[in-house]
């Protein structure tokens, strides 16, 4: 399997007002093409650093950083992010809203439009093309971030505590196209959450970081025997309760153990 | 539906209720004043000021009073606006600039603009450009606090989401950081119209030669009481229609916010 996002000993620190703050400490793992990779840590311990650290958004003052074997220096073509909050631009329509990415490359307007409205319509919004995203939900508002992001075809997707906004069962089917969707075209994923369920149920592995620095404390592979179907089931599946029981050991959850 | 009627009866009942008020009030002046109840001095009849805006009407002279008054806000206005929105942008982007200019603007924002206008009299006359300088002044600073703290506070996470998908500096500006002020930019052209009217006046009842402070003023130091209130009502229909103008300019800045579907 080829490596496409390799992290090797990044270190993080935040400057302080009174003392610096030290977010990552030591960090090293590698997501493989096509796979989805979770990682889970308690609040603080430097999993949206992460995400932005990948993304370009700050420069590593320790350790290295490569997506697609380059070294990450900004942002770049081959990385799209999710973030919790919805970010679409709230005076876009829809259809303007999944343009964006091809407008910044500068593809034709014509050529753009026509993109962006057969991937709404490929993703089940058709007829909402020409809403502006506070006439949506919040579960219709991440899918159009999902197909803004795919509209400009980048190979590694990184979610930022993506689902956690959406309401229980949107959340759920929510996640479920998501997998589809990204196994499909075969995306390499890092998620960042703080919700072990989802974690079990979308990833192939999930990657536990401890408190304040995080650093990398364990490494799971998810595996069913019976294979996993959709994100729905996997709750379902004997093995789940183990990885679960095991991860939330791992995480400490303020001293409460299974 | 029935909720629907009620509410179109009590906006029935509302309008008819203002137009007794206001039936009552003229009718008060007028039976006030022909009676000399109210003294004339201090009063007008609605009579009488229909008849001073008759005669001003005809010689041509009301016409004239408003439109200089017209030109001098709107020709501030727009300078202003424009002015203050450039600024307030530039120094967003400029941070070293704005922390050394910034605090001097604020410094002249506090003065009122009563207390500049018989400096600004001094410098461009008592003709019409020294008004026009006071609105300038007024509408400037209102919009270029509102959008230079707008475009400092733009939403991180939008930036960042726009960054990544790969926009540079300029794109950055012009796709996210302008259009995220442009709420900002309308609420201070609504809050500056109202001040750059308020500076107008200021300036011609300081000195002028023509204008709708300049008529009100001159009407009050000759003991015209009709053509004051004819005045004060004028000014006050003034207001409105730049307030409404403004508010068309501002539904065009932030459609998206009035609208589900365009």
Redo the contacts between chains.
């Keep these: 399997m080829k490596p496409k996002i390799v992290i090797e000993q990044v270190g993080y620190h935040y400057p302080g007002r009174r003392q610096v703050v030290e977010a990552l400490r030591d960090v090293s793992f590698t997501c493989y093409e096509r796979e989805i990779v979770a990682v889970v840590g308690p609040s603080g311990c430097g999993k949206s650093t992460l995400v932005?650290l990948i993304?370009?958004?700050k420069a590593p003052p320790s350790g290295r950083i490569l997506v697609n074997d380059s070294e990450v220096s900004g942002?770049?073509?081959d990385?799209?992010?999710i973030?919790q909050?919805s970010?679409l631009?709230?005076?876009?329509?829809v259809v303007e809203n999944v343009e964006?990415?091809l407008?910044?490359?500068g593809v034709p307007s014509r050529v753009r439009h026509e993109t962006a409205l057969d991937l709404i319509r490929k993703y089940g919004l058709g007829g909402f093309e020409?809403?502006?995203p506070h006439?949506l939900s919040g579960g219709m508002q991440k899918r159009v971030a999902l197909i803004?992001?795919l509209a400009?075809n980048p190979a590694v997707l990184l979610l930022d505590e993506a689902f956690a906004s959406l309401d229980a069962q949107t959340r759920l089917l929510v996640e479920d196209e998501f997998v589809r969707v990204s196994r499909e075209m075969g995306k390499t994923v890092l998620m960042v959450t703080h919700d072990i369920s989802e974690a079990i149920s979308m990833a192939d592995r999930v990657i536990v970081l401890s408190a304040r620095p995080g650093r990398v404390k364990a490494n799971y592979k998810i595996q069913f025997e019976k294979g996993r179907g959709s994100v729905l089931e996997v709750p379902s599946l004997p093995e789940y309760s183990e990885y679960f029981r095991t991860i939330w050991d791992q995480l400490e959850v303020s001293g409460v153990s299974f | 539906m029935a909720a629907v009627t009620a509410l179109r009866e009590t906006a029935l009942l509302v309008n008819t209720a203002r137009g007794l008020v206001l039936l009552a009030m003229a009718l008060a002046l007028e039976v006030g004043v022909s009676r000399r109840i109210l003294d004339p001095v201090f009063f007008s009849s609605p009579s009488q000021i229909y008849t001073a805006f008759v005669t001003m009407f005809q010689s041509g002279t009301l016409q004239r009073h408003v439109w200089i008054t017209f030109y001098e806000v709107a020709l501030g206005f727009a300078t202003g606006a424009i002015l203050g929105t450039f600024c307030g942008l530039l120094l967003s982007r400029l941070r070293l600039v704005a922390r050394i200019v910034v605090p001097f603007f604020m410094m002249v924002y506090g003065l009122p603009s009563i207390v500049l206008a018989p400096l600004f009299i001094l410098w461009f006359g008592i003709g019409v450009m020294s008004k026009v300088a006071i609105s300038v002044y007024v509408i400037f600073f209102s919009v270029f606090i509102a959008v230079y703290m707008g475009a400092l506070y733009t939403d991180q996470e939008l930036i960042d989401a726009v960054r990544v998908m790969g926009a540079s500096r300029r794109q950055l500006f012009f796709k996210v950081i302008l259009p995220a002020t442009a709420p900002q930019i309308y609420a201070a052209l609504k809050l500056g119209i109202g001040l750059a009217l308020i500076g107008a006046i200021a300036g011609e009842f300081i000195a002028a030669r023509a204008g709708l402070g300049y008529m009100i003023f001159f009407a009050t130091g000759t003991l015209d009481t009709p053509t004051v209130y004819l005045g004060i009502i004028i000014l006050a229909l003034f207001s409105v229609i730049l307030q409404e103008g403004v508010n068309l300019l501002g539904r065009a800045l932030v459609r998206w916010k009035f609208y589900d579907e365009k």
């Design positions: 932005s993304a370009g958004l942002p770049s073509d990385v799209g992010v973030f909050r970010t631009l709230p005076w876009r329509s964006l990415g407008e910044l490359r020409r809403k502006y006439a803004q992001t400009f």
